[in-house]
């Protein structure tokens, strides 16, 4: 149970939150400046029963990850990963308290995740599963560290083998095939070819792109900045910006003319956008937007993007989005043996990240083929 008290501070709220390593009894406080905010969290309290040891998985958790914040054991980026797969795992599993989740529980969950009965209705890739589960484990394995429970549920856990978002980046004829097919279609307001041609030739990632502002382009020196990414972590659910998820993600890229001539032709429209909305045009400064200048929903940009692929004939193995990034490393990798200069425009921390982007395409498999036989004919 929570208590409330009336100070000089304002409004305490004042809970257990279990007992010490000596047995002793344990609390926490939080000071509201109303009564209104006090009776709200008192009620939270006693609601996700901290303390009592029949907290729900989703409430030990969240907990343990704002205890692991505040010590500096991870960070707030780290976090919000956990977060997100601490509520996707919550709503599966219920409000079972924790301690007395179980292997078969976690089966069931996990059997409903890959089916995709989740709020967004997606079935998710194996790569997104296995961080499901990575998450999961790593939260009951420090559980059973500090005591709380006798044996981890994840033990029996199989873990799914996680895979590469693409297979291979397009060839030049899949892409230009795409993005044939995406200028035929009125789909995202007109601007499903301008997004793939960008995504083409800044090799942004899709949060990069979507969440990408003017103020961060420079058309006079050809030059993008890369601040911010958006994110969408429920599907269906409102678009967030963040920093990216490294601080190699943080750069400046520099962009061609070609590149520069596709913007100034899209600022036009932009601007087109703003005059005819007036009063109702919401100034986020957004690139892509749509014609009022609000953000656009990563997951219905994805879906058409993958409707007009499949209508290219391109085979499901080259996301239309996503591919366009792996195609332009891979172009890069073809020019330039500077692999730390392609690693650093690709925002990558390391370049095994980088490594798993380039595509070895027939045209380089027959060269190699003729450097191996060089010397034996």
């Known amino acids: ?32 400046k109303t009564e209104h905010e006090a009776i709200a969290h008192k009620v939270h309290v006693e609601r996700l029963r901290i303390g009592t040891g029949k907290e729900s998985l989703e409430a030990r958790w969240l907990r343990w990850i704002e205890d692991r914040l505040a010590v500096g054991k991870i960070t707030e980026k780290t976090a919000v990963g956990y977060r997100e797969k601490c509520l996707g795992w919550g709503n599966l599993i219920g409000p079972k308290p924790y301690k007395q989740i179980t292997t078969a529980d976690i089966d069931r969950a996990l ?44 033990l029996g856990m199989e873990m799914v083998t996680a895979s590469n978002r693409t297979k291979r980046a397009p060839t030049l004829d899949e892409l230009q095939a795409i993005i044939a097919e995406a200028d035929q279609s009125k789909a995202i307001h007109g601007l499903v070819g301008f997004i793939l041609r960008l995504a ?17 382009v420079d058309l006079n020196a050809g030059r993008i900045t890369v601040r911010q990414a958006a994110t969408q972590p429920s599907g269906n659910g409102s678009v967030t910006f963040k920093t990216p998820k490294t601080e190699a993600g943080l750069r400046s890229i520099s962009i061609e003319p070609a590149t520069v001539d596709l913007l100034r032709k899209h600022i036009v429209v932009v601007r087109q956008w703003q005059l005819a909305a007036g009063s109702a045009w919401a100034n986020n400064d957004l690139v892509l937007c749509d014609p009022v200048g609000q953000v656009l929903n990563m997951e219905h940009v994805s879906q058409i993007a993958g409707k007009i692929r499949d209508r290219a004939g391109v085979s499901k193995d080259v996301l239309p989005i996503h591919g366009t990034r792996h195609y332009n490393i891979t172009q890069m ?45």
């Open 1 to 32: 149970m929570a208590s409330i008290h009336h100070n000089k501070r304002g409004w305490t709220v004042r809970w257990d939150v279990g007992r010490t390593k000596d047995g002793k009894r344990a609390t926490s406080s939080k000071t509201f």
């Open 111 to 154: 059997a409903q995740l890959c089916r995709g009965e989740t709020p967004s209705g997606r079935i998710p890739s194996p790569r997104t599963i296995h961080h499901y589960q990575v998450c999961l484990k790593t939260f009951f394995t420090h559980m059973w560290k500090k005591g709380e429970i006798e044996r981890p549920p994840t």
């Open 200 to 216: 083409a030739h800044t090799g942004l990632r899709r949060g990069e792109l979507i969440a990408l502002r003017w103020q961060d």
């Open 333 to 377: 990798a073809k020019l330039t043996k500077d692999y730390a200069a392609i690693q650093r425009r690709a925002g990558h921390a390391s370049y095994a990240s980088t490594n798993r982007y380039i595509t070895t395409d027939e045209e380089q498999d027959r060269g190699l083929a003729k450097a191996a036989l060089k010397g034996l004919i």
